[in-house]
């Protein structure tokens, strides 16, 4: 079982940063891998980026590519997501997931991310 706590979440103007973290519980932590997704009032939730357990390779959707950097601390059992250039369309609650232990497929999908956080909104003014 792990538990997700996320943080970071806030009122930026189009252009600033933000920086989510997400904070989970267990003691393996570094065997999952971890992604972010967001949803918007009235649109489904949708992949932002990813991080897997293994060989730290990282995942991005299109829209956000070159613009947010995600990572991980293993040793303090947080995922971070780095947010630049935000845009008003970025304006969205943020959840942070886990896969299963060891997790080996697709990491955009979020029918493959068991665990989630409660979300933290993130809003972008114009």
């Known amino acids: 079982q792990v538990q997700l706590v996320e943080s970071g979440g806030g009122l930026v103007q189009a252009g600033g940063s933000l920086r989510l973290s997400c904070a989970a519980s267990?003691?393996?932590?570094?065997?999952?891998?971890m992604g972010w997704f967001r949803q918007a009032p009235g649109k489904e939730r949708e992949f932002v980026a990813a991080i897997s357990w293994s060989d730290l390779n990282t995942y991005y959707a299109d829209s956000v590519k070159d613009r947010f950097t995600i990572s991980r601390d293993n040793a303090k059992n947080t995922v971070s997501l780095q947010m630049n250039s935000l845009k008003p369309e970025d304006t969205a609650v943020y959840y942070c997931?886990?896969?299963?232990?060891?997790?080996?497929?697709?990491?955009?999908?979020?029918?493959?991310?068991?665990?989630w956080g409660q979300g933290t909104q993130v809003t972008v003014s114009s």
């Open positions: 997931a886990a896969t299963i232990p060891a997790y080996s497929g697709d990491y955009y999908s979020r029918a493959n991310y068991r665990y």
């Open positions: 267990g003691r393996t932590f570094s065997s999952y891998g």
